[in-house]
């Protein structure tokens, strides 16, 4: 199923207006295409979801986490300290008009919040959603690589001085954590080659 598909089937579970639907993924389609996105588009999104569906069985509310995912980065401006804030209250708004009810849509906005600080949840489904989105860390060499170029794209705005310095910031708090991935299933499947990643990296910066 691809990304488009996906997204429908999951709002109508919750409405059956397709000319509705169709605006609503639009909106996400156009967003995560905005031409300043190298890594935050709809890739990343295709990945945090093939990533969650071997574990689909061990999430309480996969229908919840789906939406966060889609949702999680509808507003990126790479310099801006507050995409998450304004992507829960986006997300908040579209999925009210879809039909969702109060503790659902407050509960993505949780899980979306959550990946502003990644910090370990005692909500099991946060802790897949942030490993789904930190995944790309354990990836083989040559697509981690590929990522973090991307990611300096995305950063242009900074010269190479500031960057690498928040860049090694990010990079060495990754490494200060007992694990990086919060789930068994994503320590196992990614620990080890994250790590080989980052230090790979730290050392080349």
């Known amino acids: ?50 990533e969650l569906e071997p574990v689909k069985n061990k999430i309480v509310n996969f229908s919840n986490l789906s939406f966060s995912v889609f949702y999680h980065d509808v507003i990126y401006d790479a310099p801006s300290k507050y995409n998450e804030e304004k992507s829960a209250e986006f997300a908040a708004t579209k999925l009210e008009q879809l039909g969702l009810n109060k503790i659902d849509i407050t509960q993505i906005q949780e899980q979306i919040l959550a990946t502003k600080s990644h910090q370990k949840s005692i909500n099991e489904d946060i802790n897949y959603l942030l490993d789904a989105d930190l995944s790309i860390l354990g990836k083989d060499r040559q697509t981690y690589l590929a990522y973090t170029k991307k990611i300096r794209k995305e950063y242009l705005i900074y010269p190479d001085l500031l960057y690498k310095h928040g860049r090694k910031k990010v990079l060495q708090h990754f490494l200060e954590l007992k694990s990086i991935f919060k789930t068994d299933y994503f320590i196992d499947k990614y620990e080890i080659q994250a ?8 050392k080349n910066l």
């Open 1 to 50: 199923m691809n990304l488009k598909e996906n997204f429908l089937q999951l709002c109508f579970n919750f409405n059956n207006d397709q000319t509705f639907i169709n605006k609503l993924w639009h909106e996400i389609e156009q967003k995560y295409s905005e031409k300043e996105r190298h890594y935050h588009n709809l890739n990343h999104l295709e990945t945090m979801l093939s």
């Open 195 to 202: 790590r080989e990643n980052i230090e790979f990296e730290l």
